[in-house]
């Protein structure tokens, strides 16, 4: 803790008690604001008052700039309050003379130098995995200033684990992939359509549905124009057994299709931490992503299938798309170690046309499910934050 930042009464005082002052996107659909929503409330649960600031939401990085300040914040604020900020830019934190956090999170190799100097206002960095702490402390933020806290469960989690006791019907029509992604280049979606094709293209008995957010809310349509334009680059029209959905779905509607789901498969090059991973695992369905990035938190060879690939420099369409990105590296997941996990999910998974060669129950899905339960908990987050806090005074 910087010196001189107040009075050594109010040093005495636990953090939480003085007040908790959130700034972050929080009304919004998107993943980023429903997780900003729930760490407040795992904050408000374990006993922090916490008064929650939303922010607006720039969404592609044209609109970061636009980003750097807080506005309409009252000005009577608690100086000596915690301040938590919640965003994927960079800016300089309020004055103040109580503890200032940052909630980041970042899915490649490597951070933003812009994002290290960043660093520098802030007296604890929270991000939600190991893998970001060493991404992180590999740039050259201070080790001791960064701490693991995790990503709250979708406040919708009932209505993902009702999935795990619908009842399987083997052979009853195709087999059904799922793959749930914002549509950008991070994500493997044109990896993910080139194995499906190379692998199922002729196979009426196999289909892959993939719900995707536009990347450009201001552009609805691209994610069909990008599909199309893959194929077609090729010699090729988009396989009659992929389905590209793009409409806004609510959380009933979304766990309604994990529910319908027989796998789930993202080739992700890169995860903060990976929520469609946790929604589908906790609808207790077979679960494919890479052997690599903040998803391994939670994901490891007893309770998914993880797919080989390789450490590449992010492509320059990608680093035009995000440029944050430019000169890092990621995950390049290999097309046909991918081909390989979907043939081998469709050939072992209990829901397949042949039963008989079982390699996921429905014991360990519900055992699975309780894991992330106990250990993503609302109750045990906001006591992990709550000793974060008291650290950081």
Same mark, same amino acid.
């Given at each position: 803790?910087?010196?001189?930042?107040?009075?050594?009464?109010?040093?005495?005082?636990?953090?939480?008690?003085?007040?908790?002052?959130?700034?972050?996107?929080?009304?919004?659909?998107?993943?980023?604001?429903?997780?900003?929503?729930? !760490?407040?409330?795992?904050?408000?649960?374990?006993?922090?008052?916490?008064?929650?600031?939303?922010?607006?939401?720039?969404?592609?990085?044209?609109?970061?700039?636009?980003?750097?300040? =807080?506005?309409?914040?009252?000005?009577?604020?608690?100086?000596?309050?915690?301040?938590?900020?919640?965003?994927?830019?960079?800016?300089?934190?309020?004055?103040?003379?109580?503890?200032? =956090?940052?909630?980041?999170?970042?899915?490649?190799?490597?951070?933003?130098?812009?994002?290290?100097?960043?660093?520098?206002?802030?007296?604890?960095?929270?991000?939600?995995?190991?893998?970001?702490?060493?991404?992180?402390?590999?740039?050259?933020?201070?080790?001791?200033?960064?701490?693991?806290?995790?990503?709250?469960?979708?406040?919708?989690?009932?209505?993902?684990?009702?999935?795990?006791?619908?009842?399987?019907?083997?052979?009853?029509?195709?087999?059904?992939?799922?793959?749930?992604?914002?549509?950008?280049?991070?994500?493997?979606?044109?990896?993910?359509?080139?194995?499906?094709?190379?692998?199922?293209?002729?196979?009426?008995?196999?289909?892959?549905?993939?719900?995707?957010?536009?990347?450009?809310?201001?552009?609805?349509?691209?994610?069909?124009?990008?599909?199309?334009?893959?194929?077609?680059?090729?010699?090729?029209?988009?396989?009659?057994?992929?389905?590209?959905?793009?409409?806004?779905?609510?959380?009933?509607?979304?766990?309604?299709?994990?529910?319908?789901?027989?796998?789930?498969?993202?080739?992700?090059?890169?995860?903060?931490?990976?929520?469609?991973?946790?929604?589908?695992?906790?609808?207790?369905?077979?679960?494919?992503?890479?052997?690599?990035?903040?998803? !391994?938190?939670?994901?490891?060879?007893?309770?998914?299938?993880?797919?080989?690939?390789?450490?590449?420099?992010?492509?320059?369409?990608?680093?035009?798309?995000?440029?944050?990105?430019?000169?890092?590296?990621?995950?390049?997941?290999?097309?046909?170690?991918?081909?390989?996990?979907?043939?081998?999910?469709?050939?072992?998974?209990?829901?397949?046309?042949?039963?008989?060669?079982?390699?996921?129950?429905?014991?360990?899905?519900?055992?699975?499910?309780?894991?992330?339960?106990?250990?993503?908990?609302?109750?045990?987050?906001?006591?992990?934050? !709550?000793?974060?806090?008291?650290?950081?005074?």
């Amino acid at each position: 803790m910087e010196q001189g930042r107040g009075p050594r009464a109010h040093r005495r005082t636990p953090p939480h008690r003085r007040g908790v002052r959130w700034y972050g996107p929080l009304d919004d659909t998107e993943g980023f604001a429903e997780e900003g929503r729930g !760490l407040v409330a795992a904050l408000r649960g374990a006993g922090a008052d916490v008064h929650a600031t939303s922010i607006p939401h720039p969404r592609t990085f044209d609109r970061i700039p636009l980003m750097t300040g =807080i506005e309409d914040v009252e000005a009577s604020h608690r100086p000596e309050s915690v301040h938590v900020y919640h965003r994927y830019w960079t800016a300089r934190p309020l004055p103040g003379r109580g503890p200032r =956090i940052w909630r980041s999170m970042f899915e490649t190799d490597a951070v933003p130098r812009e994002w290290v100097v960043a660093a520098e206002d802030y007296d604890q960095i929270w991000v939600p995995t190991g893998f970001n702490v060493e991404t992180y402390a590999n740039a050259g933020i201070p080790r001791e200033k960064l701490v693991t806290v995790p990503c709250p469960l979708p406040v919708w989690s009932p209505r993902l684990l009702a999935n795990l006791d619908r009842p399987r019907t083997p052979g009853s029509g195709p087999f059904a992939f799922l793959s749930v992604m914002r549509w950008h280049l991070r994500k493997g979606w044109d990896v993910l359509v080139r194995a499906f094709a190379a692998e199922f293209r002729n196979d009426h008995d196999v289909r892959l549905v993939i719900k995707a957010r536009p990347f450009d809310p201001a552009d609805p349509d691209g994610p069909h124009r990008e599909l199309a334009r893959l194929f077609a680059d090729r010699g090729e029209a988009v396989p009659a057994n992929i389905s590209l959905r793009t409409d806004d779905m609510s959380h009933a509607d979304l766990a309604a299709l994990y529910g319908r789901a027989d796998a789930f498969v993202l080739p992700s090059r890169g995860e903060g931490w990976g929520r469609p991973f946790i929604e589908a695992m906790l609808s207790g369905l077979p679960t494919i992503g890479p052997r690599w990035g903040g998803n !391994l938190e939670f994901m490891n060879d007893d309770n998914s299938v993880l797919v080989d690939g390789t450490l590449a420099p992010v492509q320059q369409q990608a680093a035009r798309e995000w440029p944050y990105f430019t000169g890092h590296r990621w995950w390049e997941v290999s097309v046909d170690a991918l081909r390989q996990a979907m043939r081998r999910t469709v050939e072992t998974s209990e829901w397949a046309a042949t039963p008989g060669t079982t390699s996921t129950t429905a014991a360990n899905r519900q055992e699975v499910a309780r894991g992330l339960l106990a250990t993503y908990a609302q109750e045990a987050l906001g006591k992990r934050m !709550l000793g974060h806090l008291t650290s950081s005074a």
